[in-house]
C-alpha cells in the first residue's frame, strides 16, 4: 500500500503557480491597434453588475457572463503587457467583432485591439480581462493584486498611450 501525503501537491502546485504568474506578468508585448470605435452599433461584449469590491457595493464592469473584468496598469492603449502565460491566469476579454459596445446605459468608448491576445477588448483604452481565480458571477477575487490589477467600473478614466519620449527619474 503506497501512503501520500496529500497535502504537499496543493502547496507545491500553488508555489509553482505563483511564480509562473509573477515571471508572466512582468512580460511585455506591443501590438498594433485597429477596430477602434466608440461606443454604438456593435456587438454588446461588456454590461454592469452590482458587486462586493473593498467591501463595499460597487457597479462593475463584467463580461456576457457577468463574470468581473479588470485591468491590468502596465497595459496601454497600444500596448497589452499580459500575454503568454500571464493571459492563462488573466484571461483577456476577446471578441471576433470589430466594433463592440457596452450594456445599456453605458457611456465607455469600447473597441478592439488585434494583438498577441487576439481581438482583445478596450474599454476607455484599456485592455479587459477576468480573472481565473473568479468562479462565479461577482467575485472580485482580482481586485489590487500586486497593486496592478483593478476590477473595471463605468467610472474607469480613460488610458493614456506611452510616450515615445519617456523622461528619466533624473529629468533629462
Known amino acids: 500500500m503506497v501512503r501520500m501525503n496529500s497535502w504537499r501537491v496543493p502547496a507545491q502546485a500553488s508555489a509553482a503557480l505563483l511564480g509562473l504568474f509573477l515571471a508572466a506578468c512582468g512580460s511585455t508585448a506591443s501590438t498594433a491597434?485597429?477596430?477602434?470605435?466608440?461606443?454604438?452599433?456593435?456587438?454588446?461584449?461588456?454590461?454592469?453588475?452590482?458587486?462586493?469590491?473593498?467591501?463595499?457595493?460597487e457597479t462593475i464592469l463584467t463580461d456576457t457572463h457577468g463574470m468581473t473584468l479588470y485591468f491590468f496598469d502596465p497595459?496601454?492603449?497600444?500596448?497589452?503587457?499580459?500575454?503568454?502565460?500571464?493571459?492563462?491566469?488573466?484571461?483577456?476579454l476577446t471578441t471576433t467583432a470589430d466594433n463592440v459596445t457596452g450594456g445599456?446605459?453605458?457611456?465607455?468608448?469600447?473597441s478592439v485591439l488585434?494583438?498577441?491576445n487576439g481581438?482583445?477588448?478596450?474599454?476607455?483604452?484599456?485592455?479587459?480581462?477576468?480573472?481565473?481565480?473568479?468562479?462565479a458571477a461577482g467575485d472580485t477575487k482580482g481586485e489590487g493584486l500586486f497593486g496592478k490589477w483593478h476590477v473595471a467600473t463605468p467610472s474607469i478614466t480613460a488610458a493614456v498611450a506611452a510616450s515615445a519620449s519617456a523622461t528619466s527619474r533624473y529629468g533629462y
Not at 454604438?40 to 461588456?46: A, E, F, L, N, W
Not at 445599456?104 to 469600447?110: D, E, N, R, Y
Not at 480581462?129 to 473568479?134: K, L, N
Request: include cysteine; aromatic fraction near 6%; hydrophobic fraction near 30%.
Open 104 to 110: 445599456p446605459g453605458l457611456t465607455l468608448t469600447f
Open 75 to 92: 497595459d496601454s492603449p497600444t500596448k497589452i503587457a499580459c500575454t503568454g502565460a500571464c493571459a492563462s491566469t488573466w484571461p483577456p
Open 33 to 57: 491597434g485597429t477596430g477602434s470605435s466608440p461606443n454604438g452599433s456593435g456587438t454588446q461584449v461588456v454590461q454592469t453588475a452590482t458587486a462586493t469590491v473593498g467591501g463595499k457595493s
Open 114 to 116: 488585434n494583438g498577441a
Open 119 to 135: 481581438k482583445q477588448v478596450l474599454a476607455n483604452g484599456h485592455p479587459l480581462y477576468t480573472f481565473a481565480q473568479d468562479k
